[in-house]
Nanobody, 116 residues
Framework: QVQLVESGGGLVQPGGSLRLSCAAS????????MSWYRQAPGKERELVAG????????NYADSVKGRFTISRDNAKSTVYLQMNSLRPEDTAVYYC?????????WGQGTQVTVSS
């Protein structure tokens, strides 16, 4: 059974930091391209950051470049999203996403709220 379990969300003040984790199980993690998406109230889900399975090539949405860092630990089957200099507009539910050949999986999401 495939599972993607996110953790690390919460309430943080503007300018603060959070690190999200996504623990994967039930599939070959090292073969999966991993991504983080987010969805704010009333908005469409959008790609935040991704990292490939081979080479660990990373890509970011323009809105988070220089502030967020995605990384993966294949030994722990976990992908991370380090979020620094958080802004109120980063408030959203953050989802982990895994894509393999012919398969795709979503996590249940974790809420991130940036507010003073």
């Amino acid at each position: 059974q495939v599972q993607l379990v996110e953790s690390g969300g919460g309430l943080v003040q503007p300018g603060g930091s959070l690190r999200l984790s996504c623990a994967a199980s039930g599939f070959s993690f090292s073969n999966g391209a991993m991504s983080w998406y987010r969805q704010a109230p009333g908005k469409e889900r959008e790609l935040v950051a991704g990292v490939t399975s081979i080479g660990g090539i990373r890509n970011y949405a323009d809105s988070v470049k220089g502030r967020f860092t995605i990384s993966r630990d294949n030994a722990k089957s976990t992908v991370y999203l380090q979020m620094n200099s958080l802004r109120p507009e980063d408030t959203a539910v953050y989802y982990c996403f895994a894509r393999l050949t012919g398969q795709a999986y979503w996590g249940q999401g974790t809420q991130v709220t940036v507010s003073s």
